[in-house]
């Protein structure tokens, strides 16, 4: 498959760059995610995460949300 994008003209370095670009944007989606799964006690069968584990995630979510728009407007 390298070799393919090779002979496409696709610059390895620009795809891995925009490949990150694309996974910090989805990220905080998933991290949403992980939110509302690990706090459901049915789910995660009577063990939900802790408050200080879902704070961390949430804090982090938010953190990730702001530079994701950051990376826009600045």
């Keep these: 498959m390298g070799v393919g994008l ?4 696709i610059n390895p370095v620009k ?3 925009w490949t990150a670009v694309i996974n910090g944007l989805l990220a905080p989606f998933l ?3 992980i ?5 459901d006690k049915k789910l995660m ?7 200080l584990g879902w704070i ?3 804090l982090t979510t938010v ?3 702001a530079a994701g728009v950051a990376m826009f407007v600045v």
């Design 63 to 65: 953190a990730m949300f």
């Design 31 to 33: 991290l949403v995610a």
């Design 15 to 17: 795809a891995l760059y």
């Design 56 to 58: 961390v995630v949430a």
């Design 6 to 9: 090779d002979f496409i003209g």
């Design 45 to 51: 069968q009577g063990q939900p995460s802790s408050r």
């Design 35 to 39: 939110l509302v799964i690990a706090s």
